[in-house]
């Protein structure tokens, strides 16, 4: 694995660029679904034992 | 797209009335899925833990790549086949679960990325490819096959 991408073909260049427009909105989607579910489940644990203080 | 009559159909079809009766059945079918669900979990764990570098540094990324992608289909088409008969004991409980869909967009996009995005790349030689492009990858891939798995499991406690 190197870091020289010059003579990288296009059509490999063009799949790069996808893969990582696909990554970062699949990423990004997946923070925001378990961080809603997350903040859920703190607010049921803070409804049944109330918040620690 | 509303996909209601066929969950109604499911809950009503054969496969319901087998599941249903036979618990035996459902029991050896919930295992083959739990296999399929290990197959696919293993070849997705150490295909992107080998390009992130952390497991098998000896073998070529490439050969390690493609020796999961033939035992990945498996693990999925074991999976899917033996997921949709355990469903049909319970598909309109199913229907109205939030984390059941969120487990099968999930798997829907797992399967999308797999098939169209990471396979063509890694198709080609991973020399030609950006490292970091590579950890982005086997990252998301996990991600999305831990979400698949976590939001299954989910399913049992909503």
């Known amino acids: ?53 | 797209m509303d996909l209601y009559p066929f969950f109604d159909w499911l809950d009503t079809s054969l496969l319901a009335d087998i599941s249903k009766a036979y618990g035996g059945v459902f029991a050896v079918v919930q295992m083959f899925h739990l296999l399929g669900m290990s197959i696919l979990g293993g070849m997705v764990l150490v295909g992107d833990l080998r390009l992130l570098n952390v497991v098998m540094k000896d073998t070529p990324s490439e050969v390690v790549i493609e020796n999961t992608h033939k035992w990945f289909g498996i693990g999925l088409a074991t999976m899917v086949v033996s997921g949709i008969f355990m469903s049909s004991a319970v598909s309109m409980k199913l229907y109205y679960n939030e984390m059941f869909w969120a487990k099968m967009t999930a798997l829907t996009v797992g399967v999308a990325f797999f098939y169209f995005v990471r396979r063509p790349l890694l198709s080609n030689s991973h020399d030609a490819i950006k490292p970091s492009v590579l950890k982005l990858m086997a990252v998301t891939s996990i991600a999305i096959w831990f979400t698949v798995a976590a939001s299954g499991r989910w399913i049992g406690f909503s």
């Open chain 1, 1 to 53: 694995m190197n870091d020289n991408v010059e003579q990288e073909p296009s059509s490999n260049k063009y799949r790069q660029g996808i893969a990582v427009v696909f990554c970062v909105i699949v990423l990004t989607t997946l923070a925001w679904f378990w961080s809603e579910q997350i903040q859920e489940v703190i607010e049921m644990l803070e409804l049944a034992y109330g918040d620690g203080s």
